[in-house]
């Protein structure tokens, strides 16, 4: 097919989720019909971040979009359905830390370097120059283009609908798509823009900005000689993946590249502020010595994880306060631009891997085609809010939930202080509570692709 005949779908943002939406369009293409332009604001793809779960959901999506072989010898273990501790939880607020419960599914949690991860994603784009991806559809790559505005050309044609929109960038010239994808994360000027032309949309000033959850997270990555000189035998040098609880803050380690780094995510409740907004940056550096005043008496086991953390990084956790439309006209929010979370479940990526295969797998199929009707748009937002605001609100709510427990806030903890005794079975059942959270990690997202194919192949229920 040729490029003008081709359905032309703009991205905006290269992060995991914008990335994986364009090599998930490519897999799935398999009528060659789609012509993708990638706009990134930054410069460069950078690969930033240092650990990220990805669970055995996502790994199926991720080996359905081809990134099986490549991304294998990258995990922490080598992907199986086996019982895996995900995290052993300890009690950590105090001089003697102890185990409380072994956290655990089937699968576990593969680790990687997120690096690593944009860095296959962004290997397996189908852009011309590509020595690893099997194009089938189109795609160009626009490097400093930074979204400013969106516009819909009224088309009075044959079908009477919206037609394409014109988008309008900082600095370059204007481009056409057919489709418009926000995959521009937590600040997202596409949501903005989006949310401003919905009907009523005083409805949704509170989904403009993202809201500030009270909680502050910590991260650094910890070379492994390292912590062997600063704690001989440190538990994290030979564990799958630990977790301090204690009172209104916790840790979470886990190896990444291959077991030569330990990623380091520590969590504090900072009740100094009483607000839902973050003033100034949401991502600072700070001395070490911050982070060993956050953890003062913890165990010794925290306290040689921090000595090592030569560059910790200081991050405002915030999230958006579950916005239940993510489509609508030709426009798709997709991953943190849609449903930004807090990362106590490690699943805000995952989500989004999801709503990028489910929406390229309804794009590709052979109903969609170039000129796109209102009637066949209208179709495609109905179904991707329908098969992704519930699970989405559903795994926002839940890692909030999820925070309260490992962060010992849930209830039956209120008379409990930074370093108390607390009785064991109050402990156990707050880890239980979070196993529980974690037992979707190994459901089959087979199931909800399908049933958004089956929705669109019989629309009755949508329409
Ligand atoms: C501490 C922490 C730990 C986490 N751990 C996990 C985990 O283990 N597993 C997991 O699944 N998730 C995890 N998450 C969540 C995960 O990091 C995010 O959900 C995910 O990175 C979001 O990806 P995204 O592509 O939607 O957005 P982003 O990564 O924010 O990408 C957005 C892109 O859009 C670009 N952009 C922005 N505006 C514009 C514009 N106007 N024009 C053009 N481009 C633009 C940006 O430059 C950026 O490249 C964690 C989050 C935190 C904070």
Not at 162 to 175: C, D, I, V
Not at 244 to 257: C, N
Not at 293 to 309: F, H, K, P, T, V
Request: glycine share 8%.
């Amino acid at each position: 097919m040729s490029h003008q005949e081709r359905i032309r779908v703009a991205i905006i943002g290269a992060g995991v989720v914008g990335l994986t939406f364009a090599v998930a369009l490519n897999a799935l293409d398999k009528d060659r019909k789609i012509a993708i332009d990638l706009y990134e604001a930054a410069p460069e793809l950078a690969e930033i971040g240092a650990g990220i779960n990805v669970w055995p959901r996502s790994w199926e999506i991720l080996k359905q979009i081809g990134l099986g072989d490549a991304l294998i010898p990258l995990f922490d273990h080598h992907p199986d359905l086996e019982p895996r501790v995900i995290f052993g939880v300890r009690k950590g607020d105090q001089k003697d830390g102890f185990k409380i419960h072994d956290v655990t599914n089937y699968g576990g949690a593969l680790r990687i370097h997120r690096a690593d991860l944009q860095k296959s994603l962004m290997e397996h784009l189908p852009l011309p120059d590509s020595t690893v991806a099997d194009i089938k559809t189109l795609c160009t790559l626009h490097l400093s283009y930074r979204l400013l505005d969106y516009t819909q050309t009224t088309n009075t044609g044959s079908s009477g609908g919206s037609g394409p929109l014109t988008l309008h960038f900082a600095g370059k010239p204007s481009a056409v798509c057919d489709i418009l994808i926000g995959a521009d994360g937590i600040k997202s000027t596409v949501r903005q823009l989006f949310l401003s032309r919905l009907p009523n949309p005083q409805t949704y000033e509170r989904f403009l900005q993202p809201v500030w959850s009270g909680l502050v997270a910590y991260r650094g990555l910890v070379a492994k000689e390292d912590l062997q000189k600063a704690l001989p035998g440190h538990r994290a040098l030979t564990h799958s993946g630990l977790m301090y609880s204690g009172k209104s803050r916790y840790a979470v380690v886990y190896p990444v590249s291959g077991g030569k780094f330990i990623n380091v995510v520590a969590i504090v409740h900072d009740k100094s502020k009483d607000t839902n907004v973050w003033e100034g940056p949401w991502k600072v550096d700070v001395p070490q010595t911050e982070l060993f005043e956050q953890y003062a008496g913890w165990d010794e086991e925290i306290q040689a994880l921090i000595s090592c953390i030569k560059e910790p990084t200081k991050w405002a956790l915030q999230s958006l306060d579950n916005l239940d439309v993510f489509a609508k006209g030709r426009v798709f929010l997709m991953g943190d631009s849609a449903h930004a979370m807090l990362p106590h479940l490690g699943a805000g990526a995952t989500v989004g891997i999801e709503d990028a295969y489910i929406l390229a797998s309804l794009l590709t199929h052979p109903s969609t085609s170039r000129p796109l009707s209102t009637q066949h748009v209208n179709l495609l937002t109905n179904i991707y809010n329908t098969v992704r605001v519930p699970p989405a609100i559903a795994m926002s709510k839940s890692s909030n939930e999820t925070g309260y427990f490992c962060n010992l806030e849930a209830s039956g903890f209120e008379g409990y202080m930074e370093g108390d005794d607390i009785p064991m079975n109050l402990l156990v059942g707050a880890a239980h509570a979070v196993e529980r959270n974690w037992s979707w990690t190994t459901s089959d997202p087979e199931e909800d692709r399908q049933r958004a194919v089956t929705l669109l192949e019989s629309p009755r229920a949508v329409l």
